[in-house]
T-cell receptor
Framework: AQSVTQPDIHITVSEGASLELRCNYSYGATPYLFWYVQSPGQGLQLLLKYFSGDTLVQGIKGFEAEFKRSQSSFNLRKPSVHWSDAAEYFCAVGGGILTGGGNKLTFGTGTQLKVEL | DTEVTQTPKHLVMGMTNKKSLKCEQHMGHRAMYWYKQKAKKPPELMFVYSYEKLSINESVPSRFSPECPNSSLLNLHLHALQPEDSALYLC??????????????FGPGTRLTVT
């Protein structure tokens, strides 16, 4: 069964500092990996995705993530954090096509990012 | 356009009420999803529709009844809910591709409070 671990429940960084959010996954085949961001009371916004190819993927809002198969990791990074980046961040793995159609995402428990001004 | 819309934004209902949540997308996606999200938790999958047919029901109580009237619309009918059903209900959609998983696009959610 697939699973996702986000080891950090809360992270606080200063505005302008760099950021790295950790994500480890467990999946038997080639994983489809995603990072989503959620502001309070809002839906989830897709930041970036990894399906195959280049292991460093660029996303929206200046975020990037690196897929490391040997470490089963897909960490999210940003070189300089803005106060507006404060939100909940979810890593997710896609587990293949469902028999009846559609696909199922398994989410990590999330990391709450606080940005200090 | 990667927009999924949901109405209403907020809903307060009593335990004997009947109400419906609505979701719409115009991205041509043929897979649509309902999720339930409690505070400080990740979304939990409830239902998956593929080509307007129910693909997955994650053992959701029958007081939640999904409906997919066409490829753009997804409804969630609510009846005799319990206070513990209070949550943020998220709709999502994705392309259907036989070859692999596709990203899901989420709506802003409906904040449901059951009194």
């Amino acid at each position: 069964a697939q699973s996702v671990t986000q080891p950090d429940i809360h992270i606080t960084v200063s505005e302008g500092a760099s950021l790295e959010l950790r994500c480890n996954y467990s999946y038997g085949a080639t994983p489809y990996l995603f990072w989503y961001v959620q502001s309070p009371g809002q839906g989830l916004q897709l930041l970036l995705k990894y399906f195959s190819g280049d292991t460093l993927v660029q996303g929206i809002k200046g975020f990037e993530a690196e897929f490391k198969r040997s470490q089963s990791s897909f960490n999210l990074r940003k070189p300089s954090v803005h106060w507006s980046d404060a939100a909940e961040y979810f890593c997710a793995v896609g587990g293949g096509i469902l028999t009846g159609g559609g696909n199922k995402l398994t989410f990590g428990t999330g990391t709450q990012l606080k940005v200090e001004l | 356009d990667t927009e999924v819309t949901q109405t209403p934004k907020h809903l307060v209902m009593g335990m004997t009420n009947k109400k419906s949540l609505k979701c719409e997308q115009h991205m041509g996606h043929r897979a649509m999803y309902w999720y339930k999200q409690k505070a400080k938790k990740p979304p939990e999958l409830m239902f998956v529709y593929s080509y307007e047919k129910l693909s997955i029901n994650e053992s959701v109580p029958s007081r939640f009844s999904p409906e997919c009237p066409n490829s753009s619309l997804l409804n969630l009918h609510l009846h005799a809910l319990q206070p513990e059903d209070s949550a943020l209900y998220l709709c999502a959609s994705s392309q259907e591709r036989l070859a692999g998983v596709r990203e899901q696009y989420f709506g802003p959610g409906t904040r449901l409070t059951v009194t």
